[in-house]
């Protein structure tokens, strides 16, 4: 079981806005930063947001993320049919001293 | 361009063991952390083990320590993972990653599967 976790599944129409949310405690999210991946079926995961909010280069700023306390968000705008995935949290675990994933979100859109 | 190309993987049964290579080109690996995360089918990404630029700080999940095996040989430009006595909850797609520094894992391999079965 992660020690972060996110809600298994969520979804938007096309244009619309959706934010994903990652909730941890203070070992992990409360003292480090995270990081948000996307992964499609059969593909390996890319980073989408590093640092909280930062986007690395060719990531759309329709993407975006956010941290407060011990949770994290990230938010994607103007949905696509394309941004249909997996998304994952990420951050580093004082506690464990180790890297934890999120449970992971199936995003769907209508 | 920045690539990692994963092989080594394959089907083992019980208490065997396996070595997972990754080959790091178009950046200066030796700059970088490295990683190993893993996914069994239909489940989420697992973080394995990690390794600092000069091999001198290794970290892994629990559930593999005592029994897997991070490295790296610079010159080579190459990261591996060393498995032994795998069990059946082994089973994944097991991925190498760079880590960017900040916290991110900027590049990923394709992902080789390594199948633990009777």
């Known amino acids: 079981q992660s020690v972060l976790t996110q809600p298994p599944s969520a979804s938007g129409t096309p244009g619309q806005m959706v934010t994903i949310s990652c909730s941890g405690s203070?070992?992990?999210?409360?003292?480090?930063?995270v990081s948000w991946y996307r992964q499609g079926p059969g593909t390996a995961p890319k980073l989408l947001i590093y640092?909280?909010?930062q986007r690395p280069s060719g990531v759309p700023d329709r993407f975006s993320g956010s941290k407060s306390g011990t949770s994290a968000s990230l938010a994607i705008s103007g949905l696509q049919s394309e941004d249909e995935a997996d998304y994952y949290c990420a951050t580093w675990d004082d506690s464990l001293s180790g890297h934890v994933f999120g449970t992971g979100t199936e995003l769907t859109v209508l | 361009e920045a690539q990692l190309v994963e092989s080594g993987g394959g089907l083992v049964h019980p208490g065997g063991s396996l070595r997972l290579s990754c080959a790091a080109s178009g950046f200066t690996f030796s700059n970088y952390w490295t990683h190993w995360v893993r996914q069994a089918p239909g489940r989420g990404l697992e973080w394995v083990a990690n390794i600092k630029t000069d091999g001198t700080e290794i970290y892994y999940v629990d559930s593999v320590k005592g029994r897997f095996i991070i490295s790296r040989d610079n010159a080579k430009s190459s990261l591996y993972l060393q498995m032994n006595s795998l069990r059946n909850e082994d089973t994944a797609v097991y991925y190498c990653?760079?880590?960017?520094?900040?916290?991110?894992?900027?590049?990923w391999g394709q992902g080789t599967m390594v199948t633990v079965s009777s």
């Open positions: 990653a760079r880590g960017n520094g900040e916290g991110g894992f900027d590049i």
């Open positions: 203070s070992s992990n999210i409360g003292t480090n930063t």
């Open positions: 640092h909280n909010n």
